[in-house]
C-alpha cells in the first residue's frame, strides 16, 4: 500500500509514457487490452476496421493518456503496408499488440478457400507485416515489446476451424521466430493465448446450448473468461517486468489445458 492507502504499483509493472499500437481495438479482447493499458500509463494508437473507436478511446483519455484512433482494414495488404508505414514513421512505437482476428467456421471437407484466404490475410500475414515493420523500428532504437494474440487452438485443432487453428499455431511460430532474432536486441516478442471469452469470435458456440455447456464442463474456473481477464497478462508482457521473457505463449484459459 502507498501512504494514501492506494494500492502500490511496482514501476516494473507500468507501461508509463509507453506508446502502444493495438489492433481490433473497438471490441472484445482488443478493447479490454487498450483499457488495462491506458490504466497502466500508455498513450494508444487504436487501430480498427470498423468505425467503432470513438467510445474506447473516450474511456481511455479519461484515464490522463492520449490516445489517436485510425480506421484501417487489415484484409486490404496494399492499404495495410502504406498506413502502418506512414503510422510507424510518424509515431514511436513502444509497444505492438497484434489483437485483430477473425475465425470462420465450416466443415474441413466443403471448407471454402475465401474463408481459408480471409482468416489468413488478417490473423497471419497482416501481424506479421506489423511485427516487421514495427520490430525494425524497435530493433534500431533498442527497445520494445510486441504481443501477439495467440489461442488455444495454437495448441488445438479445434472443430470446423482449420484456417484459424492454422494460422494461430503459425502465429505462435512467428512468435518464436522473431523472439530468437531480436531478443538480443532490446525487443521482446511473445503471445497470449486466451482461453474461451464471451466475445463476438465465441458467439456462435455460446448460442449452441450443447456446444458451450460441453466447453463450460471443460474449464477448471467453472465460468467463460471476460475479455478484461486477458488484459492483465498483455500489460505483463509489454512491461519493464517482462524484459527477460521472449518467445513464450502466456495461456490466460481458467485451467483449460491442464485438464
Ligand atoms: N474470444 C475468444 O474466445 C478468443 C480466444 C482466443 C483468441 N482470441 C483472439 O482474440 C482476438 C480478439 O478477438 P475477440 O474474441 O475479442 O473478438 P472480436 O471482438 O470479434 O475482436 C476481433 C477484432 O479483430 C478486428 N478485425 C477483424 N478483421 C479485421 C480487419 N480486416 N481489419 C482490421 N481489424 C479486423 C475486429 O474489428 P472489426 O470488428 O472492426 O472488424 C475486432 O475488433 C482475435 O485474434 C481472436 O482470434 C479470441
Known amino acids: ?12 509493472f507500468t507501461v508509463q509514457g509507453r506508446l502502444a499500437l493495438v489492433t481490433g481495438a473497438g471490441t472484445g479482447i482488443g478493447r479490454a487490452i487498450a483499457l488495462a493499458l491506458a490504466g497502466a500509463g500508455a498513450d494508444l494508437l487504436l487501430l480498427s476496421e470498423k468505425d467503432d473507436l470513438d467510445d474506447v478511446a473516450a474511456e481511455a483519455r479519461s484515464t490522463g493518456g492520449k490516445v489517436q484512433t485510425v480506421q484501417l482494414d487489415l484484409a486490404d495488404p496494399e492499404r495495410r503496408r502504406a498506413e502502418t508505414e506512414r503510422l510507424l514513421d510518424a509515431n514511436a512505437v513502444d509497444i505492438l499488440v497484434n489483437n485483430a482476428g477473425l475465425i470462420r467456421r465450416a466443415p474441413a471437407e466443403d471448407f471454402p478457400d475465401g474463408d481459408w484466404y480471409d482468416v489468413l490475410e488478417v490473423n497471419l500475414h497482416a501481424a506479421f507485416e506489423l511485427c516487421r515493420a514495427a520490430g525494425r523500428r524497435m530493433v534500431a532504437r533498442g527497445h520494445g515489446k510486441i504481443v501477439n494474440v495467440a489461442s488455444l487452438l495454437s495448441f488445438q485443432g479445434g472443430l470446423y476451424v482449420p484456417s484459424y487453428a492454422a494460422s494461430k499455431h503459425a502465429l505462435v511460430g512467428l512468435t518464436r521466430a522473431l523472439a530468437n532474432e531480436w531478443a538480443g536486441r532490446g525487443v521482446n516478442v511473445n503471445a497470449i493465448a486466451p482461453g474461451y471469452v464471451a466475445t463476438a469470435t465465441t458467439d456462435a458456440l455460446r448460442n449452441d446450448p450443447a456446444r458451450s455447456r460441453e466447453i463450460l464442463a471443460r474449464i477448471p474456473a467453472g465460468r467463460w473468461a471476460e475479455p478484461a481477464d486477458i488484459a492483465g497478462s498483455a500489460v505483463f508482457l509489454a512491461s519493464p517486468a517482462a524484459d527477460y521473457v521472449h518467445g513464450h505463449v502466456l ?3 481458467g485451467g483449460w489445458l491442464a485438464r
Open 1 to 12: 500500500m502507498g501512504s494514501d492507502g492506494a494500492p502500490r504499483m511496482p514501476t516494473a
Open 251 to 253: 495461456v490466460v484459459d
